[in-house]
């Protein structure tokens, strides 16, 4: 990758540890869609912005994909997001501070879905082109678990992304408690390959800036507490 990072190693099944040259003692899963894997460009590219950052990154593997290197998953989806909370517990085993989820279409809606069946799993959600409905079908919504997430969430789209409108994701979006941020990208689809997307300003600092948000809120709780 770059100067950012340290080494990166394969960890058996569950991808490769990517480490930063400045650990700042947080650590991400980052994992892919359904037509990818931990390897691709998207990915590689979002593990830099957060190596820059000083945060551990470890590029998961989807189960669906750890069992055939190509195809779509066939399933609901419960053996992928007991594989993100595997995951999830490796790494916090290996870094002394927060530790969120984050993840490409698919991987992110399993990891939005891991927050609600687990609250607190994660202290994060990065959740890039969310598949809100296939393309052409937006009456086939996925959100049934929104009213229910609490942890925060930055969603990063494109503005020509089948999956979801700019304000078909701004409602949705609506429907969650907890702490949210959209972040659009001009011209982009679906992968993110195209138009304005850079990591850097429109992943990697609105997400600090969101989880900043976050501590804040819980030090005034606890302070409005005592």
Request: aromatic content about 6%; glycine content about 10%; charged content about 25%.
């Amino acid at each position: 990758m770059s100067v950012f990072l340290h080494e990166s190693i394969e960890v058996g099944r569950l991808g490769y540890l990517d480490t930063p040259a400045r650990p700042n003692g947080a650590g991400v899963v980052l994992t892919h869609g359904a037509g990818s894997n931990c390897r691709s460009a998207l990915l590689l590219a979002v593990a830099e912005g957060f190596l820059r950052a000083g945060t551990h990154v470890l590029r998961y593997d989807l189960p669906f994909r750890q069992q055939r290197p190509t195809g779509p998953p066939r399933s609901a989806g419960a053996e992928d997001r007991k594989g993100l909370v595997e995951a999830v517990h490796e790494l916090r085993r290996l870094v002394r501070d927060d530790v969120y989820l984050a993840g490409h279409s698919y991987g992110g809606r399993q990891a939005s879905i891991v927050a609600t069946e687990e609250p607190g799993i994660c202290d994060g959600l990065l959740l890039l082109s969310y598949p809100l409905h296939p393309p052409k079908e937006p009456w086939k919504i996925r959100t049934e678990h929104f009213p229910r997430l609490t942890t925060p969430a930055l969603f990063v789209h494109g503005s020509k992304d089948p999956f979801a409108t700019a304000e078909e994701l701004s409602t949705a979006v609506g429907k969650i408690p907890g702490i949210t941020a959209i972040i659009m990208v001009e011209n982009a689809a679906h992968d993110l390959r195209k138009g304005s997307f850079e990591v850097g300003k429109q992943v990697i600092e609105p997400f600090t800036e969101l989880i900043k948000t976050k501590r804040q809120q819980s030090e005034q709780s606890t302070q409005k507490s005592k």
